[in-house]
């Protein structure tokens, strides 16, 4: 059974840089066409895709948020690492993390979700 | 970047409707599109797949069609459990990009 789960503060204030670590099982990210994604959504609005990270430790990043995020993996702890600086009001959402596999790279199963509000 | 623009952005229908949505990418994107269902506070769940292939588990009364630019998530008969809202999602190439969802409510 495949599963991922996100964790990370539920609180950050403007400014500072928020860390999520999205922990999977069932699956290793070593095998060819595996990859992790992060989307998040806001309150209330669309679900928008944040970047993605494969075993060949390939990185690709949203073009309006690239400069602020970082995607790593931890390949032993089968777990994959998300920063992203800066952190704004606006960047209020429920963070998911979702695998990916090769072919028409369908993002299944997700995380349940993780709520990061940024407030001071 | 590649838009994916839904239409429409909501709608409202009765039980046994046959539903239709469709979404439009701003290129051609092959058959590389996937439809996905969210229900409040949940996760996104996959329905299709490459823009036609039902995920196993998903009722039968969900179909996909198109290629290129245009593509079509059909309901043939609603069902109360298939109130919720639905993204489309090209995965042709990154930065992957995501509709603006469509809602679909109870008449």
């Known amino acids: 059974q495949v599963t991922l789960r996100e964790s990370g503060p539920a609180l950050v204030k403007p400014t500072q840089t928020l860390t999520l670590t999205c922990t999977f099982s069932?699956?290793?990210?070593?095998?060819?066409?595996?990859?992790v994604n992060w989307i998040r959504q806001p309150p209330g609005k669309a679900l928008e895709w944040l970047a993605v990270i494969d075993g060949d430790d390939d990185k690709y990043y949203s073009t309006s948020l690239k400069t602020r995020l970082t995607i790593s993996k931890d390949t032993s702890k089968n777990q994959v690492v998300l920063t992203m600086t800066n952190m704004d009001p606006v960047d209020t959402a429920t963070y998911y993390c979702?695998?990916?596999?090769?072919?028409?790279?369908?993002?299944?199963?997700w995380g349940q979700g993780t709520l990061v509000t940024v407030s001071s | 970047d590649i838009q994916m623009t839904q239409s429409p952005s909501s709608l409202s229908s009765s039980i046994g409707n046959r539903v239709t949505i469709t979404c439009r990418a701003s290129?051609?994107?092959?058959?590389?599109l996937n439809w996905y269902q969210q229900k409040l506070g949940k996760a996104p769940k996959v329905l299709i797949f490459g823009a036609s292939t039902l995920q196993s588990g998903v009722p039968s009364r969900f179909s996909g069609s198109g290629s290129g630019t245009d593509f079509t998530l059909t309901i043939s008969s609603l069902q109360p459990e298939d109130f919720a809202t639905y993204y489309c999602q090209q995965s042709y190439s990154t930065p992957y990009t995501f509709g603006q969802g469509t809602k679909v409510e109870m008449k």
């Open positions: 290129q051609s994107i092959s058959s590389y």
């Open positions: 069932g699956f290793s990210l070593s095998t060819r066409g595996m990859c």
């Open positions: 979702a695998r990916g596999s090769s072919g028409y790279v369908v993002f299944d199963p």
